[in-house]
């Protein structure tokens, strides 16, 4: 790819992102950041106790990762966050400008069914209905691809290269 992308792995809890992403990163040669670790300890304890978080509280952490991103500009780059409004991602993209979204979607069935199978993650099943309610899915307007999240990890990465290779080749 000529002009690497930023890419900001989006999406409800349990769809992949931590996964998916950097397979992403790997296939189009870019480093990943994972956007968990940009949290501070109070969002994660937050979450941790079952309660969601607030506008107020994820501004901080939108922040950091658009610093990430902007410093990845010109080089490229995939970091995860959920990125849930479109407030959020407008954020990221005034941090950013240039930065595209993938967002991985899916059936809320397979979704919590996977979210219930993993381990050592600080989100409980539990938020999901809170994520699906703030969930804003990417406008006409917002550059990025909407990719399904079934499949295997290697799948889902697959057709999200295709589909964002396809998004830095549009000459629109």
Sequence with gaps: MQNPLVVVVMGVAGTG?????PLVA?????PYAEGDDFHPAANI??????VPLDD?????WLDAIGRWARGRAGRG???????????YRDRLRAAAPGVVFLHLTGDRALIE??????????????????????????????AGVAVDVS?????????????LCGLASDPT
Excluded: C, N, Y
């Design 77 to 87: 780059g995939v970091v995860s966050s959920s990125a849930l409004k479109r407030s």
């Design 45 to 50: 304890a937050k979450m941790s106790a079952g």
């Design 113 to 142: 069914e996977r979210m219930a199978a993993r381990r050592g993650h600080f989100m409980p099943t539990a938020l999901l209905d809170s994520q699906f309610a703030t969930l804003q899915p990417l406008a006409a307007d917002e």
């Design 17 to 21: 992102k931590t996964t998916v992403g």
């Design 56 to 60: 107020e509280d994820r501004w901080p």
């Design 151 to 163: 499949g295997s990890p290697e799948d889902i990465a697959g057709r999200a290269v295709a589909a």
């Design 26 to 30: 790997d296939r189009l040669g870019v």
